[in-house]
């Protein structure tokens, strides 16, 4: 699914659920909420086709036009994405809301109703199976 496709979706079930936003909490935290839950829902259905999610329909960003650094930055993309697939569904929430949504730990502890502890050790161990898969790959 790309980007447009989930914004789309995420634009049609705000649409559809206004009625239903509560006025007393904030409207950004209640969009974000349905975001996040369509992310994590287009995730799921990838994973659940036994593929993981790619970057081919993300043009790949490089100040750089080396082919090779491209390819390695591709292929390092592929192996960080593939890493994350197989990652808890709680570790790799925190990895995707921290690292792609720019939440701060704090945030994405409210988002998810974790304590902050507990979300830091999620991001702690996604981090550390990711860098354990790359020094495999790259020594």
Do not use: C
């Not at 634009?11 to 996040?36: C, D, M, P, R, T």
């Not at 329909?57 to 292929?75: C, L, M, Q, R, Y």
């Not at 502890?109 to 981090?127: C, D, I, R």
Request: hydrophobic share 35%.
């Amino acid at each position: 699914m790309t980007a447009e496709d989930l914004f789309q979706e995420t634009l049609i079930k705000v649409w559809k659920g206004f009625k239903s936003y509560n006025e007393q909490s904030k409207f950004s935290s209640w969009l974000f909420s349905i975001a996040h839950n369509v992310a994590v829902d287009s995730i799921r259905k990838e994973s659940a086709k036994n593929t993981t999610p790619s970057f081919d329909d993300i043009e790949a960003f490089s100040s750089n036009n080396d082919p090779h650094i491209t390819f390695v930055e591709k292929e390092t993309n592929e192996l960080i994405m593939a890493t994350v697939s197989t990652l808890s569904e709680k570790q790799k929430q925190v990895f995707l809301l921290r690292q792609h949504s720019g939440l701060t730990f704090k945030e994405i502890s409210k988002e998810t109703n974790q304590p902050l502890n507990t979300v830091l050790g999620h991001m702690h161990y996604a981090v550390s199976r990711i860098r354990e898969k790359l020094s495999k790959e790259y020594g």
